[in-house]
């Protein structure tokens, strides 16, 4: 081999070295942004920069450059056949068709594509070999999709006439970044309108800017009026962010039928009845009083008596024999357990001023006190019972002792 041969064919090989070229690193889609889910067109232009050289049998092959990417696109179609580029400055464009993961997270892709082509041949009649050149890093760029959604809260059971300390947590469960988050909580909606109330800043609470995955809390107090209706109540969640994010989410919560009641007492013969009134407007189930263990009275005999169910502005008695303490006040206390319309258990804790009548007092201080002063006002009845239905008898014999 002479040396003008020699110089050829190195000259030959630099510029098939440079004969092909990508015109930029960023990969050309045939949608533009692509999301989660799409299947599109992606296209390499490809161009002759070899001064002179030929490129004949031009095949283009697109592929992931690491795992991140192969997961996040599926390349349906990674070969094209350009045929010939034969002059300097022509250029041809491959297509690829590719899908996009739906949980493919937001962010850039690369991609390595491989351009196999035969170069001019140099004094030989054989077939040129073929050359390979490789185009490094080329960006695919997915644009996700966020979804922020409620992931849990505190709110629970609350009552009329309460203050209750809630979070709310939130979590970007879409595939895309989002920025600016603010949530905004409803409360004049219908059924909720002076209802409920927060307390302090409003009802605008800022999350900030989540990624995918991110979560965030927002803390406030809820007040609940005294008014309130028992039941269930959502209370209607926007989501706000920038690029026109805008979504609903509910936060539920239940406002229990709690109650009160007013307390009296009666003495009688030497019973002790404490008459409870539910003078709340909600109903109260399964109520029951108890007398606990004191310091200025004593109980005898059993100290819980169960009233039943006790709508608004029901009353009922509840029996006790009970016996003041010597040297003790007169402030009794009063446990009334009922449950609410929601199924909660509650306890109410009264205080009672009472008064015993001396008789009262004697005949709460035992069982045998009580039945001889139940006697003697049976005896008295029964003498005047008698008198009454003898009463001719009787007044027949007074006039003939009058006639002597």
């Known amino acids: 081999m002479n040396r003008s041969k020699l110089i050829l064919m190195l000259v030959s090989t630099l510029l098939i070295a440079q004969a ?25 232009p490809i161009k002759n920069m070899g001064f002179g050289t030929f490129m004949e049998e031009v095949s283009v092959k697109l592929v992931p450059k690491d795992n991140a990417s192969a997961n996040a696109v599926v390349i349906l179609d990674d ?9 300097w400055g022509d250029q041809r464009t491959a297509k690829f068709r590719i899908h996009v993961n739906p949980d493919a997270v937001e962010g850039d892709y690369y991609f390595n594509v491989y351009i196999t082509y035969r170069g001019q041949q140099t004094g030989s009649t054989s077939s040129s070999t ?7 890093n080329q960006i695919l760029t997915i644009k996700g999709k966020p979804l922020i959604v409620l992931l849990n809260s505190t709110l629970g059971v609350v009552e009329p006439m309460s203050i209750n300390r809630e979070t709310l947590q939130f979590k970007n469960t879409g595939t895309g970044t989002i920025q600016n988050v603010v949530v905004e909580i409803s409360i004049a909606g219908e059924g909720t309108k002076s209802s409920f109330s927060i307390l302090g800043g409003g009802t605008q609470f800022s999350l900030g800017s989540l990624k995918p995955g991110d979560e965030a809390r927002i803390t406030f107090e809820l007040a609940v009026d005294i008014a309130a209706r028992p039941g269930v109540y959502n209370l209607p969640l926007r989501i706000t962010g920038l690029n026109n994010y805008s979504s609903t989410d509910y936060a539920g919560l239940v406002v229990a039928g709690t109650t009160d ?29 108890t007398l606990p263990r004191q310091k200025n009275f004593s109980i005898t005999g059993s100290s819980s008596t169960v009233l039943g169910n006790l709508n608004p502005g029901d009353y009922a008695p509840a029996l006790f024999q009970i016996a003041k303490i010597p040297g003790a006040d007169n402030n009794l206390e009063i446990e009334i357990q009922y449950t609410d319309t929601s199924g909660k258990r509650n306890m109410i804790i009264k205080s009672l001023t009472v008064a015993l009548s001396p008789a009262g007092a004697q005949a709460g201080a035992g069982r045998g006190a009580g039945s001889a002063n139940y006697t003697t006002w049976l005896l008295v009845i029964a003498f005047i019972v008698v008198i009454y239905w003898q009463r001719k008898k009787i007044t027949t014999y007074y006039q003939k002792l009058k006639g002597r």
Not at 24 to 35: D, G, H, K, M, R
Not at 80 to 85: A, E, P, S, Y
Not at 130 to 136: G, H, M, R, S
């Open 261 to 289: 009641f007013e307390i009296s007492y009666q003495e009688t013969l030497g019973s002790f009845s404490l008459n409870v009134q539910n003078v709340g407007v909600n109903p109260a189930g399964a109520v029951t009083v």
């Open 79 to 87: 070969v094209d056949q350009l045929g010939t580029i034969n002059n």
């Open 20 to 44: 092909a070229s990508a015109a930029q690193n960023q990969l050309v889609t045939e949608s533009a942004p692509v999301y989660p889910g799409d299947t599109t067109y992606v296209y390499v």
């Open 130 to 136: 073929p050359v390979t050149t490789k185009l490094e």
